[in-house]
């Protein structure tokens, strides 16, 4: 048996809505030929498994493939190292350093935008369109994240995001995604993005940028491996 928590990562200011996330704090419990198997019984979008808390090591499932980086397996990683008692300045998933920090409520990480997935950034018009929409957009590929401005000057942002490669779908929060499209616009971003969750992004230096916000705490249970 392995101890698995379930969260919600970016939620809004409420505590609705967010990315569900398995995290299995003491990854050693699951054999490393298993984890694959687990996130696809999992089926969240992903779950991570940390080896080392003191170093930051951890590796990211998604239900089909393992992740060099993700922004909200990190994100709802280090918020929940900190609740146990355990924070930590950096997470190192197999992409490299993630840097870590805390503002109030909201956990933050820095990446490398090439540490991201290649989501494909796609402009739409307006940001009803986005909220409009059923499917991807005709034509784009695999990964399409489609945004447009809500309101340009307050640098709002409407966002939805499919991953079609690994069986996820619609994804509710993209934290990668938020981190190339800092780095792409180069400006700091409210974003909304799915039914209702709410990410916070910011370019940094050498293509790099963060992306942080709310996480909840939805359920502690023993899970057979």
Known sequence: MATLHVLRVFTDEAGEHGNPLGVFLDGFEVPANRRQAVAHQLGFSETVYVDDPGRGRCRIF???LELG???????GAAWLLAERGDPVEQLRPPAGVVDVRRDGELTFV???AEWS???ELIELDSASAVAELTEPPAGSGELPFC???ADKDAGRVRARCWSLEDGIGEDEATGSAAIMLAVALDRPLTIDQGEGSLLYAGPLSEARAEVGGRVVLDEVREFAV
């Not at 980086?69 to 994100?75: M, W």
């Open 62 to 64: 998604t239900p089909g």
């Open 69 to 75: 980086f993700a922004g909200h397996p990190t994100v």
């Open 110 to 112: 820095a990446a490398k």
């Open 117 to 119: 997935p290649p989501w």
């Open 147 to 149: 945004w447009a401005w």
